[in-house]
């Protein structure tokens, strides 16, 4: 009985060793074809890499005059009625009445979407826990706007249903619309046009295309600059991707 408990206990053993052995070799499969990189250790690079670019872009775009005093991102008046208020800015009598109003208007706009950038993070944040091994490697690899466009997909629906009430509610603070009316009723009055854009909405795409923007300035920073790469396993995973260009 004891020698048939011995032969059973080693063939378990042995089955076990072989099991380890297969996983090793797996492991070592994989640091051999992505270069001394594992696949864990690239997607928690790029989660890394991620955080870090999602906390810099939205914190930067997010402060008082992210937007408003920065010539890359600023939202201006909507392009219809932009000629118009360049005419109204040129005439002295006509910047007297209406200057201020565009002045209030421009700058609700644009504290609007920096009102709304603190609640980017976190959805941000999410679709970055959820990616798996495959998309984090095919990211690392897939050269510059590659975690950008990523994020894009897989987090644009979610923010605009979110940026939309959080504008709306930053514009009306502000009373955004009150100026945007009579200003797009003067407009039509004056021209015989229409103009229909909807401010709420017409924010909210500005500010989704600026923060996309921002967050690919500072995936290209880590991809680019080593200085970037703050942590060790972030310096192992892009000198690897480095390499493979």
Known sequence: MKKWSLILGLTITLTSCDTL??????????????????????????KQALTKGVGSGTDFLGKTDGFLKNAAYKILMPKEVRDVEQKIRGNVAANLIAGKHLDNL????????????AEAKPIFVNAIKQMTIKDAINIVTG????????????????????????????????????????VSKGYNVVTGKSVTTDLN?????????????????QEDKIRSNPVERTTEILKKVFAYADSNK
């Not at 996983?23 to 864990?40: C, K, M, R």
């Not at 421009?106 to 609007?112: E, Q, S």
């Not at 629906?157 to 009373?175: R, Y």
């Open 106 to 117: 421009v700058t609700a706009m644009n504290r609007g979407a920096e009102g709304a950038m």
């Open 201 to 217: 909405e017409y924010v909210t795409e500005n500010a989704m295309t600026a923060l996309f923007s921002e967050i690919k300035s």
């Open 143 to 182: 050269g510059d706007g590659a975690a950008t466009n990523y994020l894009k997909s897989a987090t644009s629906a979610q923010l605009k249903e979110k940026f939309l009430p959080i504008i709306k509610n930053s514009l009306d603070k502000v009373n955004a619309n009150d100026i945007w009316t009579p």
């Open 21 to 46: 052995l297969q996983v090793l070799g797996t492991a070592n499969e994989v640091l051999s074809e992505t270069g001394g990189i594992t696949e864990g250790e690239a997607a928690d690079g790029l």
